[in-house]
């Protein structure tokens, strides 16, 4: 959060995410004395921009997430369900788009589900980082998403809680990727 000119505000909950939003006058650009927020510590690095697929099927949920993403940095590529999600990994498998540094999914969406896309990506490419979101997580769920290193968030959360996740989730494959070089699509014909 931020304090701009009157103050703070909190949006009530909506589809499941808690935002705050300045409210009053806009605040003075020579004011450069604003508070540390949880925001300000998951800003990206210098450099390439990180690469995000975000996939939800509520319309202005996604809007949401993606704005929220955009400002934080990164690159952000939305689909509208989970048969658009499909097609984007496979431009990314077949090497016509590079890899995303993350997978964000909802879990339950039109054409294929955030699980669905999750087992059938793994066959396909094991290192993609995948951070499922949901309104309906259950011990079963996130029993089968730890059973492929993945982490599932449940709504209602707060957007800071999710850029924090997200932040890590790219820091922490990063880390990985420098110890074992750049990654590239793998071929489908193998």
Known sequence: MHECGG??????KRQGVEVSEP??????P????????????????????QRIALAEDDPDFR?????????????VIEAADGTALAALLDEVHSGRRP?????????RMPGRSGVELLEWNYARDPDTRFLLVTAFGDP???ARAAEFDVEVLDKPFEL?????????????WGELESHRGPRLPQDDAS
């Open 30 to 49: 020579l004011d450069d004395a604003l508070p540390e927020t949880a925001t300000d510590a998951v800003l990206p690095a210098e450099g390439p921009r």
């Open 63 to 75: 809007e949401l997430l993606g704005e929220a993403l955009r400002e934080e940095g990164y690159e």
């Open 160 to 172: 800071d809680e999710f850029l924090v996740r997200v932040r890590a989730l790219v820091e922490r």
């Open 140 to 142: 079963v769920l996130h």
């Open 99 to 107: 890899p995303f540094d993350l997978v964000v999914s909802d879990v």
């Open 23 to 28: 409210r009053g006058p806009a605040a003075d």
């Open 7 to 12: 103050g703070w505000t909190r949006v009530p």
